[in-house]
Every structure is written in structure tokens, then in C-alpha cells.
């Protein structure tokens, strides 16, 4: 009887509200947005958002109104718009508000469509974008505090928020705009707790000229309370599958009159350089979303469509440091280049019954694909040639110490005695990709994503010449890592053993410093030469054109070349790395010409084969990994035997956090944590997230863990492996593989010892917590376990 009573009061809420939603359309005309009893009200009637996030800086503004159609076609009558600031102030106080980054021209595309709009200005943006969206050389202050009160970042914010309200101040609703709500900062909850600092971004976005539009602050069901301000609205942020009902049960016992929002409900998820490509099904997108449109619920598809990371916008995430891949295709219902999928099929026909029993409008035709032939590269500037005049100076210096914000940096410096041993090199960090050559000979690499920092040099002789070329890859976007330096960032040395065992460690000084900014410009300065058997597989920049006699989207295939980035027609079009997964780079036919084009690679490890060509289907899912992608190596057999467990018990069954205190505290650096069945029976093993708690019974920081082993990861399926337990990310999971037996046991590598009372665990999200621990063990110890 009560869930009678529920579907029949689930279905009038949802009648109304199409009713209301049906006769909404963004017009010209001044109008009102705001807040009733348990619903928006717009224009004074009851109102459900249907949001289609998608970014403008991620598709050419050629398409722009394509990409709105498609949004509409699929039943959303609104569109959700990030800003990016670092995009628009690439230099401190010189700002670009046009051609692709011309905000006011897509907030007045989406009006014409008769679609509003939901802003969210930042300052901080997460999205997989460089940085999070804050501009780099915010880093020149080396001891800036980012989203903080620092004074010096409030006082570009507010310069920065009062431009964009000069863009967008004025299109807002009541000012016969599209825009209806704009959000203030960004899930801040998972970053700090810090009411002041959040006040203080209203107050700014206020004056920049959103003075009456309703504003909002979005967060997790987790976390949102900390940050949460008395007078702005509070939504959601959850990703498919995830249990609707408890997403919004405490903001319905804290706020019983609010409207809900999921105002981001992620599509699919984003694809990290040596990770399989992310996908999500789309059932459980459909089922969520109609499951929110039968409560009445608003949400904003994350990502609806997501486009592109040209050039080096790519963000990349922590804890550790995983570069995002140049696709943002996001695994969305509209796909990278623009094109419906099944996804958006199936999500149109749901859509469909909540449009109040009107057709939706006709999907519009997609841009035609070509493919082009092999291009073969004849010209290359090969990067030992090319070296610009070098910085002289003692130290090695950061990039933003050097004023540069992106690309490679090449140190030089000379070795001044002869070391008649091999000796270790040590580089305090290289951030991120560093390769070393001795007299220009390659020695090898230092991957940061891998957490490498040293590298063994042969005997050296006084006069020899040490080059370490870094290339920095997209700057983290999420945690508190953000503060993403690049380049060298503190010193190198090198040390190596006497005769007699005494250790020497040498700090190396007196460098020549040679800037490689990735800009196009200095990309096309270099100088070119004919290939030759020589120079053909060397690092640098490769040079063709190639003509077409009709233009088209296409997907440039990389797979030839090593790691680097590409132009074509001076448009930045993306980084490409070959251990993938993404192979191919999405061209779109509108930065493309009749007649000649020109394509420039720059790369950084060296081709294979110069040549490329253009595919009409991408390759985003194929990787070209030298280890596995698992952390149990061949034959690893862990052997708990003889191991006493610092604590058991059992975990609670449904969703939610839970917090485990132990008996007495214990010590050490590996913990491993043996799950001995699961609630139900079921056939897998999975965890969201874990903290370990300190003495104070506070959360350690998990900036410095890696998994030093897991029994099993499903990497089939999709991403799951162990790293997912500590990724920041309560969507996320780790998960054994179908039918593998119980035990599990997964191991953590804090990296020095600590003492541990306590541990906070999380299951997975989707209603009554699948795969969720039941009966468990606790080891801890100083020394690696025996394998
Ligand atoms: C969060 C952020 C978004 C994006 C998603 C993951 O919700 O707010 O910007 O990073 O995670 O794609």
C-alpha cells in the first residue's frame, strides 16, 4: 500500500512537472528562476531541470549550435557551462573572451535554441582540466595558498569573475537572459572546510554582476555539510547506479523544503594515459535518470557531451599522478566527435515520455567523417638542432620559476670529475616525464606516474655533458595536489659509493636552461630539414602537408609515433602517447581545408615511421603496456600464514561509510586488508574508498600510498583496479573479477611507517552496496609481506 501511495504520489509530482517544464522555453523575455517548496520555480511554476552539461572550450565553436541541438533533441531543456579561467586569462590581466572562448555567444547560442543556462564560474572547476582551471602562473607565487583567502588569489578571482560577469552579468533571467542559477566554487567539500573562503567566492560572484540570479554550491551527499552555506541552495553530485534515495537523505532531514538536484550525474568517466578506456552502461544511466524525473528530481548530465582536451588542457588526477588522455569522449550519449551512440538513443526514448507528451525535436545530421591517406612526414627539426639560447644558473629552476607554462625544459649541466663507478641519479621531482642522455646518448626515463625519481648513470668522465629533457604533462586537477609544479622542481644529484664504501652525494649546479614552450609559433620557428636515414627516428618536430579535395571530421592515427603533440592548420589538437589506450586524435572537419594543410608533430621519444593518416572511426581503447596494468605479478602468491591480524570484525551491509576503531594502536608501513567473504554471498570483492586513521583518530593523508599488491582487479570490465580504493572518488571502485574465489586481500603502501588506530571504509554507491566486505582481517607490518 505505501509504495502504491508512493507511485501515485511519484507520478502527480512528475506530471506537474512536465507540465511546467513543457511550456518552459528560454526566451528573450524577462523572466524568474527560484526556489518553492521542494521544487524550482520558474517564472512561478513548478520546474524539473534537465541539464546537458557540456564545455565550450572542448568543442569547436564551428559546432557549438550543432552540440546544442543534439542536447535539445535529446529532451534537456537546459545546458550546464563550466568557466575556465585559466583558458581565459592564459597571461596575468590579459583576457580572451573571443572565438572559442566567446562565453556570451554560446550563453546566446543556448537562448536561441530555447534552452537556459547553469553557470559555474569557478574559480576552481576540477574537470579533468588543466589545473582545475586555475591558471598556472598563479604558481610564480610559490607559497600561494589556492582556494584559500590568500590575498593574492582573491584579488585575481575577483578580477577574473568581474570579466566574466561583464560577458554574462546581464543574461541572466530576470534580465531577460538564459541563465538561471550559477554555482559558487566546486564540490569544495572534498578539498577543505572552509565557510569564510566559500562566503567570500559568493560575495565576489554577487558583485560581478549575478547580483539577483539564484546561486548554488554542488558537493558530495558525503561531504556537502562542511562547506554548506545557510543562504545558497545545496545539490548533489553522483554517477550512475548510484542509490538516488540516500543520495539525497540527509539534505531532506537537514532541508525537508528543498529542491533536489543532482546537478552532476556522471554519464560514463574519464580515461587516463596506460588505463582501459572508461565506460558505463547505459541502462543504468536511463534507469537513474528516470528514476529522478519520477521524483521530480533536476540533474545535469555529466557529460552529455565531452568534447575534446585540445593542446595541453588536459588535467590530470591524484593522489600519484594520472595524466588525462586529449579525448574527453567520457564514454557520453553524445560521443567525441559529435555523434549520437546507443547511449543517446536509449536515453531519448525515456526522455521522450517526460516531455509531456510532445515530440522531441529531430536529431540533427552529423558532420560527415572522411579518412585521409598516409601522409609521410619529409621534414624534421630534430630537437638537438634546435635549442633556443639556454637560461644560465646555478640551480635548476621550476617552469613557473622560468615563466613558462607548459611544454618541455631541457637542463644541461657539466660533469666536473670523473666518477670511475656507476653512480645513481636523483631528481627532486621531475614533473613529468624526464629522459636522460649522457653526451646526447639516451640513458633512460623517469616517469613520475610510476612515482620514479632516480635512474643509474654509467661511469662518467669530467666534461661530460648530463641532459634531462621533461616534458610536463597536464597539471593535477584534483586534492590538494593542485599545486601542480613543472619542470625540476627542488634539485638533482647524483651519488655513488669510494673504494673503501663511503658514500659521496654530489648536488649538481651550473645549468643551461633551454625553454621548449609548446606554443604553435615556436613550433613552426624550429628548423626543418629533409629526412634522412640519420635523423629519421630522432626526438623533435616532424613537418608535412597533405591536400584534401573535400574536408570532413577524421581521427588521426598516432599510433606510429611516440609521445608528443600534434597541429594541423596552427589549431593545438591534442597530446597522443603511445601506450594509449587513446591511438587516435579527433580532427574536426571545420579546422581543416580544401587544398593544402599542414600538420606538425612534435615528438618527444621519436617515431617508429613518420606518417600518419586519418581513420573515419577512433581508437580511444587500445593499450600498449609494457607491465600489466595489476599489481600481482607473475607467480606473487600472497602467504598470510603465520601473519597475526592487528585487528578482525565484521563490516555493517548497505551503503555508507563506516568507521572501524582498533583495540590498541599498531605500526607500520604495509597494511593489508584480507576480505574473508562478502554480505549476500556474493561472487566479488569491492571497495570504494578507505582512510586509515592516525593516532587522533584523523584521517592520514594518502598523498604518499601505492598498492603493493592486490589478488585480484577486474581491468576487463572497465577500470577497477586497486589504486580506485584511494582515487578520491566515492563512484569509483576496486573489484575482483567474477567467480574468483574469496579470500582477498589488497595491500597498501604507505610509504613509511605510521601508526594506525583505525580505518573508515566505503562500499560501493548503488542501492544496498553490491560486493561489500562482510567478515575481514587487518595486517600490519614494517617489511613487505612474503609473496
Ligand atoms: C567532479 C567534478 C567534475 C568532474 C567529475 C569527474 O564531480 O566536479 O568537474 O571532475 O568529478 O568527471
Redesign the pocket.
Known amino acids: 500500500m505505501k509504495n502504491i501511495l508512493k507511485t501515485i504520489l511519484a507520478c502527480t509530482i512528475a506530471g506537474t512537472m512536465m507540465m511546467a517544464s513543457s511550456n518552459a522555453m528560454a526566451g528573450d523575455k524577462v523572466g524568474s528562476f527560484g526556489i518553492g517548496d521542494k521544487t524550482f520555480l520558474l517564472n512561478g511554476k513548478p520546474f524539473v531541470i534537465k541539464a546537458a552539461e557540456v564545455h565550450y572550450p572542448r568543442i569547436p565553436r564551428e559546432y557549438w549550435e550543432h552540440r546544442i541541438k543534439m542536447c535539445k533533441a535529446l529532451g534537456m531543456n537546459t545546458l550546464c557551462i563550466?568557466i575556465f579561467w585559466n583558458i581565459h586569462e592564459q597571461q596575468e590581466g590579459v583576457f580572451n573572451f573571443t572565438d572559442n572562448n566567446d562565453i556570451r555567444h554560446f550563453v546566446k547560442l543556448a537562448q536561441k535554441n530555447g534552452m537556459y543556462v547553469i553557470v559555474r564560474p569557478g574559480p576552481y572547476?576540477?574537470?579533468?582540466w588543466e589545473m582545475?582551471g586555475l591558471p598556472w602562473w598563479l604558481l610564480k607565487k610559490k607559497d600561494i595558498k589556492l582556494r584559500e583567502q590568500d590575498p593574492y588569489f582573491m584579488e585575481r578571482l575577483e578580477i577574473f569573475e568581474k570579466k566574466v560577469g561583464e560577458q554574462l552579468g546581464d543574461l541572466t533571467i530576470e534580465k531577460g537572459g538564459p541563465i538561471i542559477m550559477v554555482q559558487v566554487e566546486?564540490?569544495y567539500g572534498s578539498y577543505g572546510e572552509d565557510k569564510p573562503y566559500i562566503s567570500a567566492v559568493r560575495d565576489i560572484i554577487r558583485k560581478s554582476g549575478f547580483d539577483k540570479v539564484e546561486l548554488f554550491q554542488?558537493d558530495w551527499s558525503s561531504n556537502f555539510t562542511k562547506n554548506g552555506l545557510d543562504d545558497l541552495t545545496w545539490t548533489m553530485?553522483f554517477g550512475t547506479g548510484a542509490n538516488i534515495d540516500n543520495e539525497f537523505k540527509k539534505l531532506s532531514q537537514l532541508r525537508p523544503n528543498s529542491p533536489k538536484m543532482c546537478s552532476?550525474f556522471?554519464s560514463g568517466?574519464?580515461d587516463k594515459w596506460g588505463g582501459r578506456h572508461e565506460t558505463r552502461g547505459a541502462q543504468a544511466m536511463v534507469d537513474g535518470i528516470r528514476a529522478m524525473l519520477d521524483r521530480g528530481i533536476s540533474f545535469s548530465l555529466?557529460?552529455t557531451h565531452g568534447g575534446t582536451n585540445w593542446g595541453h588542457w588536459a588535467g590530470a588526477n591524484s593522489p600519484g599522478f594520472a595524466p588525462d588522455v586529449t579525448s574527453y569522449d567520457?564514454d557520453a550519449p553524445i560521443n567525441e566527435a559529435g555523434q549520437t551512440t546507443d547511449k543517446y538513443f536509449e536515453l531519448r526514448e525515456m526522455m521522450a515520455k517526460y516531455n509531456d507528451g510532445k515530440k522531441l525535436p529531430a536529431v540533427p545530421k552529423e558532420f560527415p567523417t572522411i579518412s585521409i591517406p598516409t601522409v609521410e612526414f619529409k621534414q624534421v627539426a630534430p630537437l638537438y638542432d634546435n635549442l633556443p639560447t639556454p637560461i644560465e644558473s646555478t640551480n635548476t629552476k621550476s617552469f613557473e620559476e622560468l615563466n613558462q607554462g607548459w611544454g618541455c625544459v631541457l637542463y644541461r649541466t657539466t660533469i666536473s670529475q670523473n666518477i670511475n663507478s656507476e653512480s645513481v641519479l636523483k631528481i627532486t621531482e621531475a614533473h613529468d616525464y624526464a629522459q636522460i642522455f649522457v653526451n646526447k646518448k639516451f640513458i633512460g626515463k623517469i616517469d613520475r606516474i610510476n612515482r620514479e625519481n632516480s635512474i643509474i648513470l654509467p661511469a662518467l668522465k669530467e666534461g661530460d655533458v648530463l641532459d634531462i629533457y621533461v616534458e610536463a604533462l597536464g597539471r593535477i586537477?584534483?586534492g590538494r595536489a593542485i599545486k601542480d609544479f613543472k619542470g625540476i622542481t627542488e634539485k638533482v644529484e647524483l651519488s655513488y659509493n669510494l673504494k673503501n664504501n663511503s658514500k659521496v652525494n654530489i648536488d649538481l649546479k651550473g645549468w643551461q636552461i633551454y625553454c621548449l614552450p609548446d606554443d604553435y609559433k615556436s613550433q613552426t620557428e624550429m628548423k626543418y630539414v629533409a629526412i634522412n636515414e640519420q635523423n629519421k627516428n630522432c626526438r623533435g618536430n616532424y613537418r608535412a602537408t597533405f591536400k584534401l579535395s573535400k574536408v570532413g571530421d577524421t581521427f588521426i592515427n598516432m599510433e606510429k609515433f611516440g609521445k608528443g603533440q600534434v597541429y594541423v592548420n596552427g589549431h593545438a589538437i591534442g597530446r597522443f602517447w603511445e601506450i594509449g589506450p587513446q591511438q587516435t586524435l579527433y580532427m574536426p572537419g571545420c579546422w581543416l581545408k580544401k587544398g593544402e594543410n599542414e600538420i606538425i608533430v612534435q615528438d618527444v621519444l621519436g617515431p617508429k615511421e613518420a606518417s600518419v593518416e586519418g581513420l573515419q572511426e577512433p581508437i580511444i581503447d587500445k593499450l600498449n603496456l609494457k607491465g600489466p596494468q595489476t599489481h600481482r605479478l607473475d607467480g606473487q602468491n600472497l602467504d598470510l600464514s603465520g601473519e597475526k591480524p592487528a585487528h578482525s570484525g565484521s563490516l555493517k551491509a548497505g551503503n555508507g561509510w563506516q568507521e572501524v576503531k582498533f583495540d590498541k594502536p599498531v605500526s607500520g608501513r604495509y597494511v593489508c586488508l584480507e576480505a574473508l567473504n562478502s554480505h549476500w554471498n556474493r561472487e566479488y570483492c569491492c571497495i570504494a574508498e578507505i582512510y586509515l586513521l592516525n593516532e587522533n583518530g584523523e584521517r592520514l593523508s594518502r598523498e604518499p600510498w601505492s598498492i603493493a599488491y592486490a589478488d585480484d582487479e577486474d581491468v576487463q570490465s572497465g577500470n577497477k583496479n586497486g589504486d580506485k580504493i584511494f582515487d578520491l572518488?566515492e563512484s569509483t571502485y576496486w573489484s575482483t573479477n567474477k567467480g574468483v574465489k574469496f579470500p582477498h586481500s589488497i595491500i597498501i603502501d604507505m610509504n613509511q611507517d605510521q601508526t594506525i588506530t583505525g580505518f573508515q571504509i566505503l562500499p560501493r554507491m548503488e542501492e544496498g552496496a553490491p560486493e561489500s566486505i562482510k567478515d575481514y582481517r587487518i595486517y600490519v607490518k614494517s617489511a613487505p609481506f612474503k609473496m
Do not use: D, K
Request: charged share 15%.
Open positions: 563550466y572547476v576540477c574537470a579533468e582545475g566546486n564540490e554542488c553530485n552532476e556522471w568517466w574519464f555529466y557529460m567520457y586537477n584534483f572518488q
